[in-house]
């Protein structure tokens, strides 16, 4: 096999040459890139010298892998990495790093999707297969932009520095569409003036154990008591990252709209979206009740599940005693449609009735809150 150049927008992936050595050895000393890849830990200069002078020079010319360093077109700095390992009967797997420098900006999208066209046009592909970590939300988005179809989770599949751990796999056939295949936006920015919705952060993790380390909350919501620190990182970098990357909810943190002060939350669990409905749920911080931000903040994602999601009904249940979320829900623009009897357990798992209110696609704007 032929090493070529594959030139792309402002990209320009080309092989990698013994003086790239630098840029290499500074790439793969990347926190980042050290947490999601695998290879030698630590990665020297002797390691990336025989990356570019011995070992990718050999496997172009075996015909087993094609590697890319990922250049500016301008300048020629070295931006990232690209390549198809495992190249045979028609088939290979991708793989990328992206420098510091370069995140952001969609250059590793550009030229993962530059590349698999490269390898179904020039090298006859049918299949290109792609995996990292579970956890690599930014190696996940980078491949469902390009159109790779996440087809699941494989159990210790990757030996990462000495432990094996859970990735996530896909594909991508020659006869895809190259279109992106992530379930949700990647994000989401709703304000009526008052409050704003936005994808949660890492930072909020604080304010999220300080608002639901509460008595209140733990009575209405199976949440952990008391609710630590860890609990709020958890749920801000674990249970919302997954649920949004997997389209099983749209977790959104409710927030003050000019001073950006958190007020609480609000989600919308889609396991039915395929029918055309959804289910909000909120909660309230302590600090920010009697301030209508959880009525605002379902109408907001009610109205977004409607236009973006092509949603024709979404759902709010409210526990019969809970009389706080059921004024929220009115406030909202939500129609109160009856009791669901034993509906819902509590945390200590007794059944409980919930009031059932609705929101449907030929309801009009919500009132005023």
Not at 27 to 52: C, F, K, L, M, S
Not at 167 to 172: A, Q
Not at 179 to 184: E, I, K, V
Not at 241 to 255: F, K, N, Y
């Given at each position: 096999m032929?090493?070529?150049?594959?030139?792309?927008?402002?990209?320009?992936?080309?092989?990698?040459?013994p003086?790239?050595e630098?840029?290499?050895l500074?790439g793969r000393?990347?926190?980042?890139?050290?947490?999601?890849t695998?290879?030698?830990?630590p990665?020297?200069?002797?390691?990336?010298?025989?990356?570019?002078?011995?070992?990718?020079?050999?496997?172009w010319?075996?015909?087993?892998?094609?590697?890319?360093?990922?250049?500016?077109?301008t300048?020629?700095?070295?931006?990232?990495?690209?390549?198809?390992?495992?190249?045979?009967?028609?088939?290979?797997?991708?793989?990328y790093?992206?420098a510091?420098?370069?995140?952001?900006?969609?250059v590793?999208?550009e030229?993962?999707?530059?590349?698999?066209?490269?390898g179904?046009?020039?090298?006859?592909?049918?299949?290109?297969?792609w995996?990292c970590?579970?956890?690599?939300f930014?190696?996940?988005?980078?491949?469902?932009?390009?159109?790779?179809?996440?087809?699941g989770?494989?159990?210790?599949?990757?030996?990462?520095?000495?432990?094996?751990?859970?990735?996530?796999v896909?594909?991508?056939?020659?006869?895809?569409?190259?279109?992106d295949t992530?379930?949700?936006?990647s994000?989401?920015?709703?304000?009526?003036?008052?409050?704003?919705l936005?994808?949660?952060r890492?930072?909020?993790?604080?304010?999220?154990?300080?608002?639901?380390?509460?008595?209140?909350?733990?009575?209405?919501?199976?949440?952990?008591?008391?609710y630590?620190?860890?609990?709020g990182?958890?749920?801000?970098?674990t249970?919302?990252?997954?649920?949004w990357?997997?389209?099983?909810?749209?977790?959104?943190?409710?927030?003050?709209?000019?001073s950006?002060?958190?007020?609480?939350?609000?989600?919308?669990?889609?396991?039915?979206?395929?029918?055309?409905?959804?289910?909000?749920?909120?909660?309230?911080?302590?600090?920010?009740?009697?301030?209508g931000?959880?009525?605002?903040g379902?109408?907001?994602l009610?109205?977004?599940g409607?236009?973006?999601l092509?949603?024709?009904?979404?759902e709010?249940?409210?526990?019969?005693?809970?009389?706080?979320s059921?004024?929220?829900?009115?406030?909202?623009?939500?129609?109160?449609?009856?009791v669901?009897?034993?509906?819902?357990?509590?945390?200590?798992?007794?059944?409980?009735?919930?009031v059932?209110?609705?929101?449907?696609?030929?309801?009009?704007?919500?009132p005023?809150?």
């Amino acid at each position: 096999m032929q090493p070529t150049d594959i030139t792309c927008g402002s990209l320009v992936l080309q092989p990698w040459t013994p003086y790239d050595e630098d840029a290499l050895l500074a790439g793969r000393q990347d926190a980042e890139v050290i947490r999601w890849t695998g290879g030698p830990d630590p990665y020297t200069r002797e390691d990336a010298r025989r990356y570019v002078c011995v070992e990718t020079p050999q496997w172009w010319q075996d015909g087993t892998a094609a590697t890319f360093a990922v250049r500016d077109a301008t300048t020629g700095a070295v931006l990232g990495g690209t390549a198809l390992h495992g190249i045979r009967q028609r088939e290979a797997t991708v793989a990328y790093w992206t420098a510091p420098e370069a995140r952001g900006r969609g250059v590793t999208t550009e030229a993962v999707a530059a590349l698999c066209r490269w390898g179904f046009g020039a090298l006859d592909l049918e299949r290109i297969g792609w995996a990292c970590a579970v956890g690599n939300f930014g190696s996940r988005a980078v491949a469902q932009k390009v159109g790779f179809m996440v087809e699941g989770l494989a159990r210790k599949a990757f030996w990462q520095r000495g432990v094996r751990v859970d990735d996530w796999v896909g594909s991508l056939l020659a006869t895809d569409p190259m279109t992106d295949t992530r379930p949700l936006p990647s994000s989401v920015d709703l304000t009526d003036g008052v409050v704003r919705l936005r994808r949660w952060r890492p930072a909020d993790a604080a304010e999220v154990a300080r608002a639901c380390d509460d008595p209140l909350t733990a009575t209405w919501l199976p949440v952990p008591s008391p609710y630590t620190l860890e609990h709020g990182r958890d749920y801000v970098e674990t249970f919302v990252a997954h649920s949004w990357a997997d389209g099983r909810a749209a977790e959104l943190a409710v927030t003050e709209a000019v001073s950006g002060e958190l007020l609480g939350a609000v989600g919308l669990k889609l396991p039915h979206r395929d029918q055309g409905y959804g289910e909000i749920g909120y909660w309230t911080a302590p600090w920010a009740r009697g301030r209508g931000a959880a009525g605002r903040g379902a109408a907001l994602l009610a109205g977004w599940g409607r236009v973006a999601l092509g949603l024709s009904r979404v759902e709010l249940l409210a526990d019969v005693d809970n009389l706080a979320s059921q004024r929220a829900a009115e406030k909202g623009g939500f129609t109160r449609e009856g009791v669901l009897r034993q509906a819902r357990r509590d945390r200590h798992g007794t059944p409980r009735d919930f009031v059932v209110f609705s929101r449907t696609a030929h309801d009009g704007a919500a009132p005023a809150a």
